[in-house]
């Protein structure tokens, strides 16, 4: 299935709209920042001087912390200890907007806390205080109904194991039987070998070395993953997988289908957390209907961004946005596009220092004149967006009969012209509001047209721009053209 750019990012806005409920694992990841400048003389080991200290939500935690950064709504529930540890996470949490959560205190049982000692943008060492013990009885009855009363309020479930007690096989269980009784899908972050545990999920994301241990495979290609995956699939009742496969990219599968998703980071920083965040994308998007390719091409991309960025990194709405453009920008295939998702584009071009031109028009049936006209503006500018009246627009402008293509037809044979990058439908009957959202640094008309009646003009002026008007060439009317047309056809 091929992902269309103005569906993923019409896909983008919707997941500020989503409820995800998240139960797992919370823990707090520390990251102590210095420079090494010798080695210790008691061992082989570099001697870091620390200069700065970061704090953050790990784990489900950071499942979270990505989920709310979208703008999305989430229900939280985990365990925590009542030290030191716990209490730092309880303040991180309440720090967070849009987040009910329910943080069941166990006294006597440590908060888990993962400190990363950084230097030079590398990890030296990780530290880890943490206990993988099961939780006390009543706290693990507590996490159940906390989980199970939320689900019905929610639009997908994520369960984020990492192994430390609080996803029990009572407690994944319950959840995931209430989820499909009430039509919830339920997204796993999985931990360990038997993936059993998970049965009745609609979607494991686990990467290619915890599909290897569960599968019991070795996996070397991509017909090994899917053979593994639907191994797995049908001996755990589990819908599909979302196998996160580092520098390959990821392979969603189930039964019947196999999508393949190139890799999209460009430079690797850092790895912590990523799967976090492929979860948390991916989990809402599905929770605001999203097809799960589409989520996972969004998922995808959200990592690419995490990974170059140092420590535990959350998306937003913005960054997200501004990654799926540009990744299908890069590839030039692109062109019929929403005046939301052109404008993003503007923006990349903008960045990049290039001159961006407009013109605008019916282009009925397109006829030599109009391919002049499109050929000398975009001689004059590095990118030309073209703004095309909707069939209602049309109709309005040229009356009963007209347009004689429709608008999919006409933005399809634009489209299709290498003078041509972008084409923009406009249902207004005059381009104004559409060049003030674009912000063209030079607008193209013909020079039929006096300057002082070219719309939007004086406003591409005003903003440091200029307006062209370029010659004609003669003899060529799409007016004409169809009645000649239906004249011939009379005859």
Request: hydrophobic share 45%.
């Amino acid at each position: 299935m091929k992902v269309d750019l103005n569906n993923l990012t019409a896909g983008i806005a919707k997941l500020a709209k989503a409820k995800v409920l998240c139960v797992g694992d919370l823990m707090l990841d520390r990251f102590l920042y210095g420079s090494v400048g010798r080695i210790s003389p008691e061992g082989p080991i570099p001697i870091i001087h620390v200069d700065t200290e970061t704090i953050m939500l790990g784990g489900a935690g950071n499942v979270v912390r990505n989920v709310v950064a979208l703008g999305a709504h989430c229900t939280f529930v985990s365990a925590i200890g009542t030290d030191s540890g716990g209490k730092r996470l309880t303040d991180l949490v309440a720090q967070l907007e849009n987040v009910e959560a329910y943080l069941l205190r166990e006294s006597g049982r440590p908060s888990t806390i993962k400190t990363r000692y950084m230097a030079d943008g590398q990890q030296l060492l990780r530290a880890d205080q943490e206990t993988d013990t099961s939780l006390a009885p009543a706290t693990e009855a507590d996490i159940q109904l906390a989980a199970l009363d939320a689900v019905i309020g929610c639009d997908a479930v994520v369960l984020s194991d990492y192994g430390k007690g609080v996803l029990s096989d009572p407690v994944i269980q319950s959840v995931i039987k209430k989820a499909r009784e009430h039509g919830k899908p339920v997204i796993v972050d999985p931990k360990g070998q038997n993936f059993g545990r998970y049965s009745g999920a609609d979607f494991v994301t686990p990467n290619s070395a915890e599909l290897a241990l569960a599968s019991g495979k070795t996996l070397n290609d991509e017909q090994s993953i899917i053979r593994a995956a639907r191994h797995l699939l049908v001996e755990h009742e589990i819908h599909s997988f979302l196998v996160t496969r580092s520098q390959e990219g990821m392979s969603l599968v189930d039964l019947d289908h196999v999508s393949h998703i190139p890799v999209q980071v460009q430079e690797v920083f850092d790895v912590s957390g990523a799967g976090d965040t492929v979860v948390a994308v991916f989990a809402a998007a599905i929770a605001v209907g999203l097809d799960p390719i589409e989520a996972a091409n969004l998922a995808n991309i959200a990592a690419g961004l995490v990974v170059g960025k140092l420590g535990t990194a959350a998306i937003s709405l913005e960054d997200l946005n501004h990654a799926a453009v540009h990744s299908h920008v890069a590839t030039g295939k692109v062109k019929v596009v929403t005046r939301e998702t052109a404008r993003e584009i503007r923006n990349v071009w903008h960045r990049k220092g290039e001159c961006v031109g407009f013109a605008n028009g019916c282009f009925d049936i397109l006829h030599p004149g109009h391919l002049a006209l499109l050929h000398r503006a975009r001689g004059s500018c590095d990118r030309l967006i073209v703004g095309l009246n909707s069939d209602a627009s049309v109709q309005r402008l040229k009356g009963t009969g007209r347009p004689a293509q429709t608008e999919a037809d006409r933005a399809k044979i634009l489209a299709a012209l290498s003078d041509v990058d972008l084409v923009v439908i406009f249902e207004e009957d005059t381009p104004e509001l559409l060049i003030q959202e674009l912000a063209p640094d030079l607008l193209v008309k013909g020079a039929d047209y006096k300057r002082k009646d070219v719309v939007g003009g004086d406003f591409v002026e005003e903003i440091g721009g200029k307006v062209l008007l370029v010659e004609l060439e003669s003899g060529y009317s799409t007016s004409d053209t169809i009645a000649k047309i239906v004249g011939s056809h009379d005859d």
